[in-house]
Structures are given as structure tokens and as C-alpha cells.
């Protein structure tokens, strides 16, 4: 009956509960954990995150202007695979595979935060209410610029949702419109009690 | 890739292997 303890592993399981559970495609999902820097001024950065991507994926065609878009993803996946395998190349043949614009945009998003208030995790948080953008032209009008850089990757929806410690997002390449469902979801599965 | 934050090689490193899992199995060589 007591709440959940926040912690790294059960933060991924909650994650992947929220998306593999839903019954809307959402394509990621990623935790905001809330933390305070040395000034004292609260900041959002990555808690962690849960990658599905989307039905389609695989059958975009590529562009002349974006092929060395791939060129510049695959190497930095490549050098992150090295990273991580801690090897000095890597043979592996997956690396070598299409980065997706979603898979690219997840990625991007581990490197990024947000001070209190800024981009649409940041205002969720500092509102204490959800932030729902639908549609390529709602985001792309967005004042927020992670918004308008999810319009830019192929989503067509991203939800923030305020919980305890942080912000839950979702991002969908499909048009996914308001549930109370999903939110009471959220307010469950990450509704920690430190 | 040398900026990547070190805090976040866990993360990195389940997204690198979900990945070549679903790369894997969408291989006509899979078993």
C-alpha cells in the first residue's frame, strides 16, 4: 500500500508500463527529474527514459539533405556505441542502421535541461498543470523551442504532466488527444514518496 | 559524442541495446 520509492530501476519499469500499457501509440517517454543546482535555482534535467518508436518506422524515404544528416548521426552513434562498449571502433552492423528522426530527438534529449519554467517540461512544472500540444502546427507555433524541435523530428503530439520530483513527457508521431486516463496513469506510477 | 553527459550512459546503454534488438529482429536473417 506505500507509495514507491523513487529509484532508478523502478523509475525504467514505470516508464515502460506507462507506454507498453497505453492504449494510444505513444513513441517515448521520458522522466524530468527535478533537482536544485549550486545557485539554488531549480532545474529539470533527465531522470531516464523509455524508447518504443513508431509503427512506420523504417519506411520514410531518404532525402538527398538528409543523407548527410545520417552521415553525422551514424558517426555520433557510433562514437557513443564506443562510448559505451568502451572499445575504440565498433563492428557493430546495428549502428550502421537509419537513425530515425525520433530515435535522434530521444537521444538529444539526454543531453538536454530545463531551468524552472522553460521549454514545456519546465512550464508544467512551474504551472503545476499539464502542458498538451496536438498537431504539427500547434507545436510548430509553440513559444517553447523543445516543442517546435519535436515538430521538426516528426511528432505530432507531446504531453508534459507534472508529478512528484519531476515531469513524465510523452512524444507521438500520431495526433493523440487529451485523456484523463493517461494522467491519472501518471499521477499513480509516479506519485513517489521521497 | 564527447559531450555526452556521463550520467546518462545508463540511459544510453539501454537505448543502444533496445535498439539493436529491434534492428535484429527486423533482420530477414533473424532466427
Known amino acids: ?194 | 559524442a564527447n559531450d555526452f553527459p556521463i550520467a546518462r550512459k545508463s540511459s544510453l546503454q539501454r537505448f543502444l541495446e533496445k535498439r539493436r534488438d529491434r534492428i535484429t529482429s527486423r533482420s530477414p536473417y533473424a532466427s
Not at chain 1, 538527398?64 to 562510448?83: A, D, F, G, I, T
Not at chain 1, 538529444?108 to 499539464?130: D, E
Open chain 1, 1 to 194: 500500500p506505500s507509495m514507491a520509492v523513487f529509484n532508478q530501476e523502478t523509475l525504467q519499469q514505470r516508464l515502460q508500463a506507462l507506454i507498453e500499457g497505453a492504449r494510444e501509440s505513444w513513441t517515448y517517454a521520458i522522466f524530468w527529474q527535478s533537482s536544485v543546482d549550486f545557485s539554488g535555482a531549480s532545474l529539470l534535467g533527465w531522470g531516464d527514459g523509455y524508447y518504443k518508436g513508431e509503427e512506420d518506422k523504417g519506411k520514410r524515404k531518404m532525402t538527398p539533405s538528409s543523407v548527410s544528416e545520417q552521415e553525422h548521426r551514424k558517426k555520433v552513434l557510433r562514437e557513443l556505441n564506443s562510448l559505451i562498449s568502451g572499445t575504440a571502433s565498433s563492428s557493430d552492423d546495428a549502428v550502421d542502421e537509419e537513425v530515425t528522426d525520433t530515435e535522434w530527438f530521444f537521444l538529444v534529449s539526454m543531453t538536454q535541461s530545463f531551468v524552472n519554467g522553460a521549454g514545456l517540461p519546465g512550464q508544467a512544472l512551474f504551472n503545476s498543470s499539464p502542458v498538451w500540444v496536438v498537431g504539427t502546427e500547434r507545436l510548430m507555433s509553440s513559444p517553447c523551442e523543445r516543442a517546435r524541435q519535436a515538430q521538426v523530428f516528426g511528432l505530432q503530439t507531446m504531453v508534459c504532466i507534472p508529478s512528484a520530483n519531476g515531469v513524465v513527457e510523452l512524444g507521438s508521431t500520431e495526433l493523440i488527444y487529451q485523456s484523463s486516463d493517461l494522467m491519472n496513469k501518471v499521477r499513480v506510477l509516479f506519485n513517489f514518496n521521497n
